[in-house]
């Protein structure tokens, strides 16, 4: 009798799929995914991208993935060693659907796949993905995939200097001020993409003079964990601004699709400014194109900020839940020009909707290039409010939780929105704060914003207090 030792619901996520390697995600699922992903999709005879990180696993897993797809009839084009928007680039260049192999920021035992339908359109649990799971577990529980009448072929493509072609199309640094850039790669994909896009690897040389930071591709992460969003991996980055005394800093995560910004004292730049000073580039250029009322994308705890000024830009901002797949829906559906989120998540039009660290990096460094300011005085335009920052709190009634911070606002002068948890924001614009519940784990993670930092300070305690109790 077989035994199943593995359960896919255990990896597939909403978005993504990860697990821990050898234990939820192993060659012989991964192959298993690859059938099913063709058979989900209808992909017999038709072109497939794969690809993946530096991972030490991804490899193995790439190789799983190729033999489940071309057994289904599938022809797999090997992308070998790739970002995760160097993925969406060749899907939506080439108009393939493709699969990168990756577990992002997650530590080094973890891998898992992101994957994506022709023209960088995204999969989900409600889009695909959670087909491709039963699929991939019938095949898992059968110990058998059926070959198909033809099985495909495999070849293999280096789409880098297409990518960074593309990029640097889209933002001519060519004639900015020299500015030197520290670049923190943590071990990660931007240890490749950067030399070929920011440097002379690949193309001729910019005003840049990058000075790197844990540019070996080591799975291992033998430097800091690849996850900017903590503070604590920061750290590095920030101190070698200082003593390189560069104007710039810039971290990326494991699959480099994500970027954070350093300025020149070595302080963050909060995502919602980066967010807001793209969206400022982006809708000048829409509006010099023609289009009357450019659709600026941002979810619900992006600072205020970012509304504001695309409103007295002359563009529309539109709000949206938080998460990946809402934003690029939304930015297909109202062809927005360009979204961002508080996560470092930065979505262009002109990226077919998908999100690209690298490419907002390049309008960072051309807005900071093409005028005189420090990037700590020209972002400050854009961070006017005062932000708690993200605040997770254990709670196992969550939703009792909510309520009961509603119920103690509802004596004020406020508006409530449930668009995604529940954000209660003053009704004289000078405030307001989100409480969202975490989907895997038993936390309500707060954000909030206020005119002055005493008053987003009072509300955030009080807020805080009220969940702490429950």
């Known amino acids: 009798m077989l035994v199943v030792t593995i359960e896919l619901k255990d990896s597939f996520k909403a978005y993504d799929v990860r697990g821990i390697v050898g234990q939820t995600i192993t060659a012989e699922s991964v192959r298993a995914v690859g059938a099913a992903f063709v058979d989900t999709l209808s992909l017999s005879g038709q072109k497939l991208l794969v690809g993946g990180d530096m991972r030490d696993s991804s490899e193995e897993f790439i190789t799983a993935f190729t033999e489940g797809a071309t057994r289904r009839g599938a022809h797999v084009t090997q992308l070998g060693l790739i970002s995760t928007d160097m993925l969406y680039f060749a899907s939506g260049k080439l108009d393939a659907p493709g699969v990168m192999f990756t577990a992002s920021h997650n530590p080094a035992e973890y891998n898992g796949m992101k994957m994506s339908k022709a023209g960088a359109v995204p999969l989900s649990a409600d889009t695909g993905l959670e087909e491709i799971r039963e699929a991939a577990q019938a095949y898992l529980n059968s110990d058998e995939i059926p070959q198909a009448d033809t099985i495909g072929n495999i070849d293999d493509a280096d789409l880098l200097t297409d990518y960074a072609e593309y990029l640097r199309s889209l933002v001519d640094l060519t004639a900015i001020r020299p500015l030197k850039v520290v670049v923190d790669a943590g071990n990660g994909m931007a240890g490749m993409t950067t030399p070929a896009v920011l440097g002379d690897e690949r193309l001729s040389a910019l005003p ?82 023609g289009e009357t009322e450019p659709v600026i994308i941002h979810n619900l705890i992006t600072s205020k900020a970012v509304p504001e000024l695309v409103t007295a830009e002359g563009g529309r901002a539109v709000e949206t839940r938080v998460g990946h797949s809402f934003i690029k829906a939304v930015m297909a559906e109202e062809s927005a020009v360009f979204g961002g989120e508080h996560s470092a998540h930065y979505y262009f039009r002109d990226f077919w909707n998908a999100d690209t660290g690298m490419l907002a990096a390049l309008h960072v460094l051309a807005a900071l290039g093409e005028q005189d300011l420090g990037l700590n005085e020209l972002a400050a335009e854009y961070n006017p409010y005062s932000a708690s920052g993200e605040i997770n709190s254990k709670v196992e009634d969550k939703t009792g939780a909510m309520e009961k911070v509603v119920e103690a606002f509802a004596d004020r002068q406020v508006t409530v929105s449930r668009l995604d948890g529940v954000t209660v924001s003053g009704q004289d614009g000078s405030w307001w704060f989100n409480l969202r519940p975490s989907n895997t784990e038993p936390f309500l993670r707060y954000n909030g914003e206020a005119h002055t930092a005493e008053q987003m300070a009072t509300i955030r305690d009080e807020v805080l207090n009220l969940v702490r109790s429950s």
Do not use: M, W
């Open 208 to 289: 840049l003079e990058i000075e790197p930071l844990y540019f070996e591709l080591d799975g291992t992460f033998p430097n800091h964990p690849a996850n900017p969003l903590e503070p604590e991996n920061l750290r590095d980055l920030q101190k070698a601004v200082v003593d390189h005394g560069a104007d710039i800093g810039l971290a990326f995560d494991g699959d480099a699709d994500r970027c954070f910004v350093i300025d020149e004292l070595g302080e963050p730049v909060s995502p919602s400014a980066v967010t807001a000073l793209v969206a400022r580039r982006e809708l000048a250029r829409a509006k010099a194109s």
